[in-house]
Each structure stands twice: as structure tokens, then as C-alpha cells.
Nanobody, 126 residues
Framework: QVQLVESGGGSVQAGDSLRLSCAAS????????MGWFRQAPGKEREFVAM????????YYSDSVKGRFAVSVDTAKNMVYLQMNGLKPEDTAVYYC???????????????????WGQGTQVTVSS
């Protein structure tokens, strides 16, 4: 079965960097969109970034644009989220997700993704 396993979370200071990893297995992900979402306590899950498995397109939420970068290594079946200039408001559980890509995909909606990882905690203190 499909497995998405996130790693790389931790506790850091404001301004620090972290790189999250998502190990994807269980299917061929060609034609899939790989998303990163986050959920803070008491808040809804929100979109962070998306990359097509081919690596040809990337999208970011306004709150992370210019600070975060998503990438994919298809040879290793890995998806990464490089997070720079972290802020306390970035504190959340971060999830990796996979969904079939199609033209017009609303990549910002969690409902568009069929498979999810268990999440990794990122805590940023001021």
C-alpha cells in the first residue's frame, strides 16, 4: 500500500532553517501532485506547497513564498520541503500528501489528495 513517511521536524529558533523529507512508496507516483500541508493546534489544515512528481510545477501559499522551497528526487522517491527564515507562526504539524494531478487541480484543498503521511512536528520559538 501507499506509504508517505515524513521526517526532519524539530524545535528551532526563529530565523533558523529545517528541511523536511517525505519518503514515498507503494506506487508509481508519475502523474501525481505531492503536497505539503500543516496544521496548528485549533486550526484547520492549510496548504503550504505543491510540486508535480515530474518537478515541472511548484506552488506555494503566500505565507511561505520566498522562504520555503519544495523539491522532488524521483530517483529516491523523496519529496523535500526546505524551510528558511522560520517564524513562530510556522509552528505546526507538517504533512506530506499525494494526489492524482489533473489540469485544473485545486492543489490547495486537502480533499484533492488521496494519501497522507503521519506528520512531523515543527516548533519555532521566538
Amino acid at each position: 500500500q501507499v506509504q508517505l513517511v515524513e521526517s526532519g521536524g524539530g524545535s528551532v529558533q526563529a530565523g533558523d532553517s529545517l528541511r523536511l523529507s517525505c519518503a514515498a512508496s507503494g506506487r508509481a507516483f508519475n502523474g501525481y501532485a505531492m503536497g505539503w500541508f500543516r496544521q496548528a493546534p485549533g486550526k484547520e489544515r492549510e496548504f503550504v506547497a505543491m510540486i508535480r512528481w515530474s518537478g515541472t510545477s511548484t506552488y506555494y501559499s503566500d505565507s511561505v513564498k520566498g522562504r520555503f522551497a519544495v523539491s522532488v528526487d524521483t530517483a529516491k522517491n523523496m519529496v523535500y520541503l526546505q524551510m528558511n527564515g522560520l517564524k513562530p507562526e510556522d509552528t505546526a504539524v507538517y504533512y506530506c500528501a499525494a494526489g492524482k494531478y489533473y489540469s485544473g487541480l485545486y492543489y490547495g484543498s486537502p480533499g484533492q489528495y488521496q494519501d497522507w503521511g503521519q506528520g512531523t512536528q515543527v516548533t519555532v520559538s521566538s
